[in-house]
């Protein structure tokens, strides 16, 4: 298998070529490195979010789009798989990067952040890349600039004409796509975080409602957080006995499980570092264990999606 930042490029490439049908723009940079504009001046699309997300798992996960109702609303829900679990979800589509410029906040996510690989996870996968391309999706109110990419290019150790940037605010259809199609991710990264061995989950499955777009980046943050802590479904499949961290994975595990988060966040004055980390799980998941047992843990809570997303 390539690396995932070549894969990755791979399908830089072809979004570039459909940039049009993606309603994405293409910007060169100075040195050559490319930005491509998911939804930060452009409003952003369901099918341009479907691909960026399936960039940021390097190819290794199919995405796809369905309704369901919340409450009495049909919404367009986001379902990603992949049997790839560690390196497509942690690996790859995690975020875990902050770049900051004196001009530019932004969080990274994708397979970029396994050629730098100082997030403990690489450590207990063991993974790490030397490419010649990296593939960083950047979450930020503002395109990425000349600054970025040479930052982004020293910490890789890659010529900044193999940096692709592809960008999207969190208050844009792509946005709100993209965090729908973590649902996934967020059960395997918790699990991780209770110590189970993310080597040992097979597959991955994950649904969560697309959040209505918000007018501003806090307000779309708390929805689309929303989404996945009382409205995602996940399916795993893993090889080895989760044992009594069963009950920890899903958000109901946390002690602010039960109001829409902006509230929450308000409440530590949207410093992230100050919340708990059981609210960024999924809410209902089912653990089948092969050859052993399956748990169900969690629940879907519609009334709060509901207030959430002012249906």
């Known amino acids: 298998m390539d690396t995932l930042n070549r894969m990755a490029t791979e399908l830089v490439d072809e979004a570039i070529d459909f940039a049009d049908e993606l309603t994405i723009d293409v910007h060169a940079l100075d040195g050559d490195a490319a930005v491509l504009d998911f939804g930060v001046e452009v409003p952003g699309a369901v099918e341009a979010g479907l691909v960026l997300a399936e960039l940021q798992t390097a190819g290794l996960a199919t995405v796809q789009t369905g309704m369901e109702q919340v409450g009495a609303a049909p919404l367009t829900h986001v379902e990603l798989g992949t049997d790839h679990p560690a390196l497509a979800l942690l690996c ?8 900051t410029t ?3 906040e932004g969080l990274g996510s994708g397979p970029a952040r396994a050629l730098v690989a100082e997030e403990d996870i690489f450590g207990r996968i063991g993974y790490r890349e030397e490419e010649q391309f990296a593939v960083l999706a950047v979450e930020t109110d503002q395109l990425p600039d000349q600054a970025v990419a040479a930052q982004v290019a020293e910490r890789t150790g890659v010529p900044e004409t193999g940096v692709f940037l592809p960008a999207f605010a969190t208050a ?8 729908a199609a973590r649902a996934a991710e967020i059960a395997v ?23 209505p777009v918000a007018a501003d980046e806090a307000t779309a943050m708390a929805r689309t957080t ?3 802590a009382y409205g995602s479904e996940v399916h795993l499949t893993v090889d080895e006995p989760v044992g009594d961290v069963v009950d920890e994975v899903p958000s109901i595990a946390g002690a602010e499980y039960g109001r829409p988060l902006d509230g929450v966040f308000e409440d530590v004055d949207w410093d992230f570092a100050e919340l708990p980390v059981e609210l960024f ?4 998941v089912t653990i089948d264990v092969v050859g052993g047992e399956t748990h169900v843990v969690g ?4 009334d709060v999606l509901v207030e ?3 249906l």
């Not at 799980?281 to 209902?284: T, W």
């Open 92 to 99: 790859s589509q995690k975020g875990g990067w902050e770049l």
């Open 189 to 211: 990264f918790r699990l991780a975080e209770l110590g189970y061995d993310p080597a040992e989950v097979l597959s991955a499955n994950g649904r969560a409602p697309v959040a």
């Open 308 to 310: 959430s997303f002012g």
């Open 281 to 284: 799980g999924p809410a209902k």
């Open 226 to 228: 929303d989404a996945l």
């Open 299 to 302: 629940e879907t809570h519609e």
């Open 102 to 104: 004196d001009d530019f």
């Open 172 to 179: 844009s259809v792509t946005g709100s796509v993209v965090s």
